[in-house]
């Protein structure tokens, strides 16, 4: 079944186009996840970022951030969408909240970045 959101479809598409051109399976990995159905997406709690990232590290999470559990590392995250109160405990940490495409344009090879579902 194809996405019916043409922002999402024009992300999986790029993703697709970036990855192959740049040799970044991470970003291959990334559109595949987005192209599944939505309530298969992933939801990913401030409090696993906390737990398995890296200080000044990007996070990719191919879904929504949720703001259960507590953060303090500096960390650039990366998602189709943030809750508000996870974009705020992240920004209080230091960190960054941006989305995929922003990932995509600051890093095109997609090296140091860790997938989180």
Same mark, same amino acid.
């Given at each position: ?14 993703? %697709?186009?970036?990855?192959? $051109?740049?040799? @970044? ?6 559109? +595949?996840?987005?192209? #599944? &159905?939505?309530?298969?997406?992933? +939801? ?5 970022? +906390? #737990?398995?990232? #890296? ?6 999470? &191919?879904? $929504? ?7 303090? $590392?500096?960390? $650039?995250?990366?998602? %189709?969408?943030?809750? =508000?109160?996870?974009?705020? #405990?992240?920004?209080? @940490? ?9 990932? %995509?344009? =600051?890093? &095109? ?9």
């Amino acid at each position: 079944m194809r996405k019916s959101n043409p922002n999402l479809v024009t992300l999986i598409d790029v993703l %697709l186009s970036e990855s192959a $051109k740049n040799e @970044a399976p991470v970003w291959k990995e990334v559109a +595949e996840r987005l192209a #599944k &159905p939505r309530r298969l997406q992933a +939801e990913v709690n401030v409090s696993k970022i +906390e #737990k398995y990232a #890296k200080p000044n590290e990007y996070v990719v999470v &191919p879904g $929504k951030v949720l703001g259960s559990g507590s953060i303090t $590392k500096p960390v $650039k995250v990366a998602a %189709l969408s943030f809750s =508000e109160k996870a974009a705020s #405990k992240i920004r209080e @940490a230091g960190g960054v909240c941006m989305k995929i495409e922003e990932l %995509l344009k =600051e890093n &095109p090879k997609g090296s140091g970045v860790r997938l989180m579902v």
